[in-house]
């Protein structure tokens, strides 16, 4: 038992526990030329424990280049998944989006076949069969905090192209991650129909929410049920120095001047971040600023940007990952009515 509850408190839909079985035990399903989905959005939310296992499986057996697979997923994820996968050549193709020095080296050496797509229409495209040879997806691997009664799918730490994924994947292996908190709760998710039955989306606020906390899954499609008790592995970012303090203190200073010339409110507009050392230093001198009430609607979540929300600096705001090199829960602070990711128009990220 884990100390944020067991795998039966987390599934629901009582039926699935029959399907309960270890990552090595799923290792029959895949076979060489698969085209995989896979959850995750930057090393957030990304499967683990499959993955893992199929990577030992291969260098046991020592099965390097023979056991390849097309991977879709809705950006980069953990290196101790794809980036391991790459150095034992078990990725032929790779969309949309990818980190890693292996993985990279692949690339250049021409062992992977890379499409690099903009992540905003990767999952767009992805929905609508564009990535395949008959538009649909093999087998999916989707991390989950919880499943509901109806099936439903209460995510973790990001929304990532599962929704799509619930569209065109024949099959799927859900990884219960009881390792973690639960984030049930914490998405908004719109499943959106396709041109021209599409509907338009009535949010005008950082803080509307105008889906589910859940992903709908058809129960019929999953094959197998694993536990899961690993910990999103964060990239690190260099420590902020001189450099990128001095930047941030320039853009604090450029913010108070646009709210004493009238240009911008008191709590100013809502804020979107990068990635990354210089962004993190930005976010961490509105922690440190004069600005109180900011809403926050962006890609992913850092570290600084957690440190808003404690201090009343943040509320509210929306992302598409949660992701922290800390030891905390990626979003722990954020537990509000506002969604932690979204999935608002098929794969656009706000």
Known sequence: MSEFGTLEDR?????????VKTPEQCIEYFKPGMNLGWSGFTPAGYPKAVPIALADHVEKNNLQGKLKFNLFIGASVGAETEDRWATLDMIDRRWPYQTGKNIAKGINEGRIRMGDKHLSLFAQDLGYGFYTENGRIDLAIIEVSAITEDCGLALTTSCGVVPELMKVADKIIIEVNTGQPSFEGMHDIVMCENPPNRQPLLMTKAGDRIGTPYVPCDPDKIIAIVESKHRDKGRAFTDMDATSEAIAANIMDFFSNEVKQGRLPENLLPLQSGVGSIANAVVGGLAKGPFKNLTVYTEVLQD????????????????????STQTRSPCAPCRSPTPLSRSVVSGVSP
């Open 11 to 19: 599934v629901r839909r009582k039926a699935l526990l029959s399907k």
């Open 304 to 323: 600084t940007m957690l440190d808003l929300s404690p201090k009343a600096r943040a509320s509210p705001a929306s992302s598409r990952a949660g992701t």
